[in-house]
């Protein structure tokens, strides 16, 4: 039985916990430097090293991200909450408990926004709480080696409400999540150095049911691919065992991307005691309204607001989606617009889209250090947009603009790259191009409409592409169809 | 014995700072007497002679160079081994941190180095400041110099038997549940504890977070006001610590008691204090009373849970801090290293004594998934009802008076079940609940000549009242001038 027939009996009820790692220059607690790559614990102080007499101080630009995005999730921000401590022993948990918060969370309820054959559908969320990373250890044959460079990096995790139906929607809810965080500033979200960790909480009912199922979390998947293969991995193994009359075991596994599966880490009665309690060291968190609306007031838009918009003034969807994608490019692009009007919209969709990125691909740059400022673009799209030069004089124009200050308009009267729209001017050309072409003429009179391009590209060559293609057109078709 | 060493440390540094006494010449004799004399008493753990001296010249060099010096500027004073100090051994009194030298300064340490003091060396305690005997101890047991077949009190006991044997001017202790005012009862001397935030805990080896705070044992009410100055203060390493401005503590020291109204709580005296104890302490009160403070009954009536509270709350805490202590970082590891439990269990096992492997188990035992509310969390309502009552009492009275101790100190042993041992905490847990300041002072002996301590409490912030308290029965009696017979009197 394949596993495509059982999921129109079986629902998948799925539950994503995401630690996201905050933007902070230093570490959650200690002034020790946030960096990937560093060589091996070069990045402790006593704090970190949870050296005896080390105390944890708070870094108040943690609370300030993790607000941040709860306020653009819609959560409700605690106007009190507080730090508690997660008891475990492990090598590269120095002070053998981590550093979170429990029964009062910085942020509660909110949404992470996903789009579901393009309508936009909220994932709810019960939460979002402060934590500190931990180190990793590095395993060498028999013997183990603990790194801390990492530890004590600030997070905030991100828990959703079992509300997810699919593997699919899962990678979804990660990537609009890793897209948020990267539109507000709040993390680097950069997947290939951890900055976005996920566990997921997955169990299975019968479709109907509402009772929920024996759940399993799965640990340790940190890509969208791998989000999407465990858990379906997990949905399979969970119908595979309930339809052999087995019943499923509330268990942690962890997830191996190498094999493609998933392994037992440990069951429900070696689940661990983490022992919660307030962190004496560390004062509760008070947070006033003022600074909430302060924080409230500098939200920029979200990309899925910002992709409504875009659709609204007309766009395509995929240019949508793709020029809101990412928050510098969605910046530049409505930059160009205020300087260009929002009629040209879609012109200017294109342009951003296509030719500008091409040329910074070809230069190695991205979008926020591009030669060519939106104005300037902007300024370029206008000549297009008025015919006085065609798309492909724009584009040449534009490659040379990415590496020249001038204004597209100089370079078009400077160089005289305007077009032809002079009707007499063009007239004489396509006289005489006719009178020239005798054979052409007669065959396109006798049914062959292909030559119309050919004599185009004539008239086009004759004023090195300069002459409005329009006119050409109308010009050609007066004097062949009559 | 030099007559320097029976100077107080307040005349110590006057003297230094007016080149009659050169700091060196100070030292050396307190490493001598300390070489001569420690042996038989046990108070220190390390004496770091190289440091001291080192210290003592930059002291002199800097008077005679007529640079202006810190308020400590060569007073050779000892610091609990529970205080982190950069490059000097530091134990915490336990055998799991045997020979671990930290790589960094304690906020109140570097304080204490910038006010110009000799860091003499570290003194005994029980073991992760868990006891109140220093029988505790993993190393050996400090004794009373009062009596060398009785304790010295607990934990600060080594803090507080080196200076009442002159083997340093003044010291540091850390108290959690009464660890500096208890000894400094015991061995006859000014023990402050201050509010909680106060003074840095960094640097500090935490037992329990939310009652630890580190304070001074001194001969006299001023020294003690000279050392707080130094030390208290706002730390950007410590979250708890309170930036409040520090008061002219010795300037306090200065005020009579006139008008002052002490509180004498009914729950805080009773059956179980010896009749020595109560008398003396009737006898001080009377004595500030005959100076012009006012004497008030009060009631705290939820101060009678404090044992089962501190217990719970201290316990929990300390079984949270000492997670670190795994062997991986720092300390002595042990046991099979390719087995990452076996390394946890024999490192913790063998590195721990029983006292504190107690302490961690009623501590994990009080967090345990599903019992917090009915530990922890009751724990804390309690110590909030406790706070309230000091809160209300505060109101009416300027200080509460009250035997330190139910006794004076004990030969060893006599202790036989931890809850006996709790016991002798009685009077001084609640102060630490309520995160106040507090203060012990010598108000007479016994019949067996074992000094009678007099506790102080005050509202939070509130340590001038006491010092100011302490001096003025200081100005108007003499058991603090006492000193006793050991090692060759002054």
Redesign the interface.
């Known amino acids: 039985m394949s596993a495509m027939l059982s999921n129109e009996k079986w629902e998948a009820v799925i539950g994503l916990e995401v630690h996201v790692q905050l933007a902070t220059k230093s570490k959650a607690f200690s002034a020790s430097a946030v960096q990937y790559g560093a060589a091996p614990n070069s990045l402790t102080d006593?704090t970190v090293?949870?050296?005896?007499?080390?105390?944890?101080?708070?870094n108040e630009e943690g609370l300030r991200l993790a607000m941040r995005l709860g306020l653009a999730l819609g959560c409700t921000i605690a106007k009190h909450s507080r730090f508690a401590?997660k008891?475990y022993?492990?090598?590269d948990q120095?002070?053998?408990?981590q550093i979170s918060q429990y029964d009062e969370p910085i942020c509660a309820g909110g949404s992470v926004p996903i789009l579901e054959d393009g309508v936009r559908k909220e994932i709810a969320l019960t939460r979002i709480h402060l934590e500190n990373d931990a180190g990793k250890n590095n395993h060498a044959g028999?013997?183990s080696l603990?790194d801390l460079n990492r530890a004590g990096v600030a997070l905030c995790e991100v828990v959703s409400e079992p509300v997810l139906r699919s593997a699919t929607e899962a990678a979804d809810y990660m990537r609009s999540l890793r897209q948020i965080v990267r539109f507000l500033g709040v993390s680097e979200g950069d997947m290939e150095k951890g900055h976005l960790r996920c566990d997921a909480n997955v169990s299975i009912r019968p479709r109907g049911r509402e009772a929920f199922g024996t759940r399993t979390e799965l640990k340790n998947i940190n890509s969208f691919k791998f989000v999407q293969q465990a858990i379906e991995h997990e949905i399979a193994r969970q119908i595979r065992a309930l339809e052999a009359g087995e019943t499923i075991v509330q268990e942690t596994r962890l997830w191996d991307a190498d094999a493609g599966r998933s392994r037992s880490m440990r069951g429900k009665e070696e689940a661990l005691?983490?022992?919660?309690?307030p962190d004496?060291?560390?004062?509760p968190l008070e947070v006033s309204d003022a600074t909430i609306e302060q924080i409230r007031s500098e939200l920029p838009e979200l990309p899925l607001d910002a992709r409504a918009r875009l659709i609204a003034l007309g766009l395509a969807a995929a240019d949508a989606e793709q020029l809101s994608s990412e928050r510098r490019l969605l910046a530049y692009y409505d930059a160009t617009l205020a300087s260009l009007g929002k009629s040209n919209a879609k012109l200017a969709a294109n342009w951003v889209s296509g030719a500008l990125l091409a040329e910074l691909g070809r230069l190695g740059k991205s979008i926020g250090d591009s030669p060519l400022e939106p104005a300037r673009l902007a300024g370029l799209l206008k000549l297009i947009a008025d015919d006085t030069i065609s798309g492909k004089i724009a584009k040449g124009i534009l490659a040379r603009m990415m590496e020249s200050p001038d204004e597209a308009k100089d370079i078009v009267e400077r160089e005289g790259l305007g077009q032809i729209t002079d009707s007499s001017a063009l007239e004489a050309i396509v006289d005489e191009l006719l009178d020239n072409n005798p054979k052409q003429v007669q065959g396109y009179r006798e049914g062959n409409q292909k030559l119309l391009g050919f004599f185009v590209g004539q008239v086009m060559k004759a004023t090195g592409g300069k002459a409005n293609p329009k006119m050409v057109n109308q010009l050609l078709r007066a004097r062949l169809d009559t | 014995m030099s007559e320097l060493l029976s100077l107080s440390a307040s005349e110590q540094a006057r003297r230094i700072a007016e080149k009659t006494v050169s700091a060196t010449e100070l030292c050396d004799a307190y490493l001598a007497r300390i070489d001569a004399n420690d042996a038989d008493l046990g108070s220190y753990l390390r004496v770091d002679h190289e440091g001291a001296r080192a210290q003592a010249h930059a002291v002199d060099a800097a008077v005679c160079a007529g640079d202006s010096v810190g308020p400590l500027a060569g007073v050779p004073i000892a610091l609990k081994d529970l205080l982190v100090t950069e490059s000097l051994e530091t134990t915490a009194g336990s055998k799991i941190l045997e020979g671990w030298v930290p790589p960094y300064e304690g906020s109140v340490v570097r304080k204490l180095r910038s006010a110009g003091a000799v860091i003499l060396g570290k003194l005994n305690l029980d073991e992760f400041a868990m006891g109140s005997s220093n029988e505790h101890s993993a190393f050996r047991p400090c004794k009373n110099p009062w009596d060398l077949g009785r304790v010295p009190g607990g934990s600060s006991g080594g803090s507080a038997a080196a200076v009442s044997a002159s083997l340093c001017a003044m010291s540091l202790g850390t108290d959690t549940g009464g660890s500096i005012r208890q000894p400094a009862s015991f061995c006859g001397l000014v023990g402050l504890k201050p509010t909680y935030g106060r003074v840095s805990r960094h640097g500090l080896i935490a037992y329990a977070s939310s009652f630890d705070q580190i304070g001074p044992l001194a001969t006299c009410a001023e020294d003690a006001a000279l050392m707080l100055e130094v030390i208290a203060g706002g730390d950007i390493l410590d979250a708890t610590c309170s930036t409040e401005p520090v008061p002219a503590y010795q300037a306090a020291c200065k005020r009579d008691v006139k008008g002052l109204v002490i509180g004498i709580a009914k729950e805080m005296e009773g059956e179980d204090v010896d009749t020595a104890v109560s008398a003396a302490v009737a006898a001080a009160i009377a004595e500030l009373e005959s100076a012009g403070a006012e004497v008030r009954r009060i009631s705290l009536p939820h101060t009678r849970y404090s044992l089962p509270t501190y217990y719970l709350l201290a316990t929990a805490e300390a079984s949270s801090n000492l997670a670190r202590f795994d062997g991986v970082r720092y300390g002595k590891r042990k046991g099979n290293e390719e087995a990452l439990q076996n390394m946890y269990e024999k490192t913790r096992g063998a590195g721990f004594g029983a006292e504190v492997k107690t302490r961690i188990m009623l501590g994990t035992f009080a967090l345990r998934a599903g019992y917090y509310d009915a530990y922890y969390k009751k724990a804390q309502q309690v110590r909030t009802l406790i706070a309230d009552d000091f809160r209300k009492a505060f109101a009416e009275v300027d200080v509460i008076a009250s035997p330190t101790a139910p006794t004076t100190a004990f030969p060893f042993g006599a202790k036989k079940t931890p809850i006996d041992m709790y016991k002798a905490d009685v009077f001084t847990l609640s102060c630490n609940l309520a995160g106040l300041p507090g203060l012990s002072m010598n108000c007479g002996f016994d019949d067996s000549g074992m000094p009678i301590g007099l506790q102080l409490l005050a509202a939070p912030m509130q340590e001038e009242t006491l010092l100011q308290c302490a001096a003025a029965y200081q100005r108007q009696t003499d058991w603090h001038t006492r000193r006793p017979n050991f090692g060759g009197q002054p």
């Open positions: 006593p090293l949870a050296l005896p007499g080390s105390l944890p101080v708070f401590r008891h022993f492990y090598p120095p002070a053998g408990y028999a013997r603990v005691d983490y022992r919660y309690f004496p060291d560390l004062p």
